[in-house]
């Protein structure tokens, strides 16, 4: 017992030692991509009778399947959606895991739901929901997604006295998160699909028109992006919640992206409406600087959640006839990691001034790059930013074209970017979220279209 707690020791140490050395090292290599075969060619069985143990194990890692991933939070990383999340809250995140801790019930896990609430809270309070709003942290934005429109659907149905319809609907625009239509198909249900006006965004005009000429359809929610994933265009969140609320409908935001701008107090007016919607996503884990994988659900009356999403058995019980805050009460989840935690750890050791500064950082470069790609003849942006989606046409350029630049970026280890359709186009599409992005780093990514 004695030898294993000192390699156990010896590990931790060399574990601990490449946390810090990744953070040392400013920044970490993008990392790189390579194919099962390669894989089970240079690293060999690791799952074996007697085991690799530690280091070998180890070694594995950090030599053949580490370099083998892409660092999410490499400073040109400008694909998808990017990640940057604090040194602080990385290293919570080992705690977090080391720490055992069952966090579904308020029971087994007090202080650390009173924490993730803190969290939670603070967000409620940016959207302007009222005190008693609430919610719990789930893997992402799709799960999150999926979790309110369960709620929304659960409460239309006890609003309609239990009586299912033919079929149910849920209202939204072609620019919505590709996971509202798997939250739709999980759900056996419809999409209606809203036209979007001449900025890409869902207005309470065309809203009313898509429902009166589905009236008589049972649309429990409208989902509404507050920065839409592809273009980061936030739809008209004021006009879409007259709507809802005149029609007695469950508004969804799906804030995922986008959200994390209301810490920065001078961009909430761009969220006008918000405080009106019954639910909202954000994740952490895109830009509020926490590590994977962590969404933020926030409902205006939690109490219709737990009717939905309360899970009932005889082993449960003891938990459930307690008046007490259950984080698996709010989503489809029992079993969870306090995975709110880092990004709780995070916010209160920096406070919320470096939340609204780091943002207030990338969007001041995105503005920057914008004026840059307006400045160079040979790059046509094609929608202003209103977060930090930059999408541009490189004059000339092919689809192939654009697959070419990306390929050559990642495989010199210089930016991960990928191309994009705009309008059935090709086009490219970047997006700032790291506040250690400089403009140096993306004019040598405009540089390589010349
Ligand atoms: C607007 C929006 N909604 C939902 C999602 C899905 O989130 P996740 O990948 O965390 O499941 C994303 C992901 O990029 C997003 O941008």
């Not at 940016?126 to 934005?141: I, K, N, R, S």
């Not at 950082?361 to 929608?383: C, G, H, K, N």
Request: glycine residues 8%; aromatic residues 8%; charged residues 20%.
């Amino acid at each position: 017992m004695h030898g294993l707690m000192k390699e156990t020791e010896q590990l931790a140490r060399q574990v601990l030692e490449l946390v810090l050395a990744r953070q040392r090292q400013d920044p970490w290599p993008l990392g790189g991509v390579a194919t099962a075969a390669e894989l089970a060619r240079r690293v060999g069985p690791t799952i074996t009778p007697a085991g690799l143990g530690g280091p070998a194990a180890l070694r594995r890692w950090v030599e053949e399947l580490g370099p083998a991933t892409v660092a999410a939070d490499h400073p040109r990383y400008l694909a998808f959606i990017p990640h940057a999340p604090t040194e602080v809250s990385v290293l919570f995140e080992l705690l977090v895991g080391a720490s055992g801790i069952y966090a579904g019930s308020w029971l087994e896990a007090a202080g650390a739901v009173h924490a993730e609430n803190e969290a939670l809270h603070w967000l409620a309070d940016l959207a302007g929901f009222p005190p008693e709003a609430g919610g719990t942290f789930v893997p992402g934005g799709t799960l999150g997604n999926l979790s309110a429109l369960h709620a929304a659907r659960h409460a239309a149905l006890v609003r309609r006295g239990g009586a299912r319809p033919a079929r149910w609907r849920i209202a939204t625009s072609a620019e919505a998160h590709s996971s509202i239509a798997q939250a739709a198909r999980v759900l056996d249900v419809d999409l209606i699909d809203v036209p979007v006006d001449v900025y890409h965004r869902l207005t309470g005009d065309h809203l009313r028109a898509a429902l009166d000429a589905h009236a008589g359809d049972a649309i429990f929610a409208v989902v509404a992006s507050a920065g839409a994933t592809n273009l980061g265009v936030i739809d008209d969140l004021a006009s879409v919640a007259t709507v809802c609320r005149e029609r007695g409908l469950w508004l969804h935001v799906d804030g995922a992206y986008g959200l994390a701008a209301l810490a920065a107090p001078r961009m909430r007016p761009a969220f006008g409406g918000i405080e009106l919607a019954d639910s909202f996503i954000v994740d952490p884990h895109k830009w509020l600087f926490a590590p994977y994988d962590c969404c933020a659900l926030v409902y205006r009356d939690p109490g219709q959640a737990r009717a939905a999403h309360s899970q009932s058995a005889a082993y449960l019980d003891a938990i459930t006839a307690r008046d007490e805050w259950n984080p698996a009460d709010y989503a489809v989840q029992l079993s969870r990691r306090a995975r709110g935690l880092p990004f709780w750890f995070s916010l209160a050791v920096h406070g919320t001034d470096a939340y609204e500064e780091a943002i207030d950082t990338t969007l001041a470069v995105t503005r920057q790059v914008a004026d840059e790609i307006r400045s160079r003849p040979y790059l046509e942006l094609l929608i202003e930013p209103e977060l930090t989606v930059l999408v541009f046409r490189r004059r000339g350029w092919t689809a192939a074209d654009y697959d070419v630049w990306s390929a050559r970026l990642f495989a010199t280890g210089t930016a991960f970017v990928m191309p994009t359709h705009v309008w059935g186009e090709p086009a490219a599409r970047i997006v700032i979220l790291n506040p250690r992005t400089t403009f140096a780093d993306i004019a040598m990514v405009l540089d390589a279209m010349r």
